[in-house]
């Protein structure tokens, strides 16, 4: 059975940073892409970053420059480094698990994945 575990939201003033993690278990693929999503009520699941199980990256236009998509496959754990944080990125964070063998721009859409955690929230005041 595979599970995800988010954890390391909170509350930061605008242009702090926060460092998300999701520990992976029970994940057999070797080869795969992983990425983080973030969600508003009412609101369409937004791809934020994604990372191929080889260490290449893809980023949201919004995020580019300010968060970094990582993992320590010894630790089975996923991270996302989010610096000058703004208050548009307010929102609950997902991290997913895809069973592809390759990541691409298109690994930013929800639809790509299998396997979701249970969010962590995110909030940034000004």
């Known amino acids: 059975q595979v599970q995800l575990v988010e954890s390391g939201g909170g509350s930061v003033q605008a242009g702090g940073s926060l460092r998300l993690s999701c520990v992976v278990s029970g994940y057999k693929y070797s080869t795969y892409c992983m990425g983080w999503f973030r969600q508003l009520p009412g609101k369409e699941r937004e791809g934020v970053a994604a990372i191929h199980s080889s260490g290449s990256t893809n980023y949201a236009d919004s995020v580019k420059g300010r968060f970094i998509i990582s993992q320590d496959n010894a630790k089975n754990t996923l991270y996302l480094q989010m610096n000058s944080l703004k208050p548009e990125d307010v929102a609950t964070y997902y991290c997913?698990?895809?069973?592809?063998?390759?990541?691409?721009?298109?690994?930013?859409?929800?639809?790509?994945?299998?396997?979701w955690g249970q969010g962590t929230q995110v909030t940034v005041s000004s």
């Open positions: 997913a698990a895809s069973v592809s063998g390759y990541c691409s721009a298109a690994h930013l859409y929800a639809w790509k994945y299998l396997y």
